[in-house]
T-cell receptor, first 114, second 113 residues
Framework: DTGVSQNPRHKITKRGQNVTFRCDPI?????LYWYRQTLGQGPEFLTY????????KSRLLSDRFSAERPKGSFSTLEIQRTEQGDSAMYLC????????????FGPGTRLTVL | SQKIEQNSEALNIQEGKTATLTCNYT??????LQWYRQDPGRGPVFLLL?????KEKRKERLKVTFDTTLKQSLFHITASQPADSATYLC????????????FGTGTRLLVSP
């Protein structure tokens, strides 16, 4: 399958711990996005990469959050000192450079902070 | 601040009927409006994109309308089937550069046999 993959699918952690999620986009896609979705809400934009450059970050992305895409392929999202409010589904999407190209979403990583 | 509203109550319809979902927005001037389907525990799946200068777009049993004066989009599923049961999200984006999608809260559709 050449779709977007995310690992792990589920993560349960204790408050104060650090967690890291991985996203593998569709291989030929230059653009990669991270979104966060809480129960009953639509996804909210967090950050965007074009190749390895992080070009935009939402104000939702506090200093405890960091994202990387070191070689323009897979990406990682790290949350330091997790808080209960960080509990959510973290979604990754990728697309080509065409202005209206479809964003293909992965299955998400569900984070539960106890 | 920008706001995208979708009916938060679930829409229940009988199989074979047409489902109509609404997306209203304020304080936003989108160049594109998209509809996604999301099943429980899964990521959204793209369905249709309509541009601001288009009134209507169709794909198989799906039809989307976009009225920039009313700031509203309607999403229709004709001859609905139980397999169409899911949450449907509308998403807006502006012209230029990457597409930072701004999503509505979604409407859950339940199609009963």
């Amino acid at each position: 399958d050449t779709g977007v993959s995310q690992n792990p699918r589920h993560k349960i952690t204790k408050r104060g711990q650090n967690v890291t999620f991985r996203c593998d986009p569709i291989s030929e896609h230059n653009r990669l996005y991270w979104y966060r979705q809480t129960l009953g809400q639509g996804p909210e934009f967090l950050t965007y990469f074009q190749n390895e450059a992080q070009l935009e970050k939402s104000r939702l992305l506090s200093d405890r959050f960091s994202a990387e895409r070191p070689k323009g392929s897979f990406s990682t999202l790290e949350i330091q000192r997790t808080e209960q409010g960080d509990s959510a589904m973290y979604l990754c999407a990728s697309s080509s450079l065409a202005p209206t190209d479809t964003q293909y979403f992965g299955p998400g990583t569900r984070l539960t902070v106890l | 601040s920008q706001k995208i509203e979708q009916n938060s109550e679930a829409l229940n319809i009988q199989e074979g009927k047409t489902a109509t979902l609404t997306c209203n927005y304020t304080n936003y001037s989108p160049a594109y409006l998209q509809w996604y389907r999301q099943d429980p525990g899964r990521g959204p799946v793209f369905l249709l994109l309509i541009r601001e200068n288009e009134k209507e777009k169709r794909k198989e049993r799906l039809k989307v309308t976009f009225d920039t004066t009313l700031k509203q989009s309607l999403f229709h599923i004709t001859a609905s089937q139980p397999a169409d049961s899911a949450t449907y999200l509308c998403a807006l984006s502006r012209e230029g550069g990457f597409q930072k999608l701004v999503f509505g809260t979604g409407t859950r559709l339940l199609v009963s046999p």
